[in-house]
């Protein structure tokens, strides 16, 4: 397909058939130019020479006949075996054109329709050799990974959608009420606005870190910083929220802990989160350590574990995915947007580390760990 205005580059308009008949004709050229030199120039003076060495002599009438014949003979086997060739290259092109024809236009096809958003479409195995298995391959793969691209993507409008809605109408259905009088502008409905509007906010700013550290376009402020400075920052950080809920927060440092070479803002942002998260899931009475010991590959491992509600198995695979939440109804209504943990594992892969959860199941509490190299 061309688009109007646009010039195809020469020789463009050769088909594969016509390319590949023009290739054959150059190898049948060849071999019919060399025979024929070979045949006319070297072919009669050899048959002379044994003529003679036979005994016979040179004008003799057997002799002018027997070369006569050789001549004819070898004209005629040459068109023949010419004519032949001819024949046996058309139709050989015409046959790889049509196989390699079929294939390639079933790769534009599928190509065409994923270019317009049919995701699904595959290539099928062309059955054509290596090269173009291949093709087919990666082109399937391709296609995988741009259906998975837009699944992700409606996904997350979706979500965000949803989560914008639930804000929206509280503020909203307040709004009107107090405006119809049902509703007195009291600290009571100013203070439920403003929470709202928080998670609002919260939302925007969660989804603008998200996107920022998925992309990989982060600037990291690397510094080599002490393991216990982040512990006991996490620590601070969370230290009222925890009284408040009747968490007790225990810092345990290992001998011998590495410092690490990160960022040390972003860091504390993961391990905020973690310890928030394990603060929200805990009920009072429990525990909540802080730990950091050296782990394989020079990497440092920071653990937090609580004695909280602890996760369901099913969940453990997607919890670092965005918006997800293991405890839907209750997760949302306590004012998680789910994205904490994606955002936590975005900026410590980001370092170059790891993040992984583990939890004995509902009710047994849960241990999240992340690694980061070591200075
Ligand atoms: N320490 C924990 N104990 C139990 N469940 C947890 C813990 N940390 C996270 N989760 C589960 O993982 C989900 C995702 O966490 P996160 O991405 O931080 O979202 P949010 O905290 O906004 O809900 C939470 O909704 C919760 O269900
Ligand atoms: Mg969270």
Redesign the pocket.
Known sequence: MTAAGETRPAGAAWGLGARLLAGLVIVLATAAVTAWLVASAVGPGVFHDHMLRAGLEDHDAAVVHAEQAFQDASTMSLALAMGAAALAAAAVSLVLTRRIGRSLAAVSTAAARVGAGAYESRVPDPGLGAEFDDLARSFNAMADRLHEADRLRARLLADVAHEVRTPVATITGYLEAVEDGIQPLDETTIAVLREQATRLTRLARDLAAVTHAEAGDLTLDLAIVPAPDLLRAATAAAGERAAAAGVSLVLDVAEGVPPVFVDRTRIAQVLD?LVA??V??TPPGGTIVLSAEPAADGQVAFVVT?T????AAE?LPH?FERF????TAR?RTRG???????ISKALTLAHGGRISVTSDGVGHG?T?TITLPAA
Do not use: W
């Not at 998680?336 to 994606?342: H, M, N, Q, V, Y």
């Open positions: 989160n998260n394990a929200r899931h609580d909280g509600e602890g996760i969940h919890l997800y939440r293991a405890d997760d998680g947007s789910g994205i904490g943990l994606a849960a999240f």
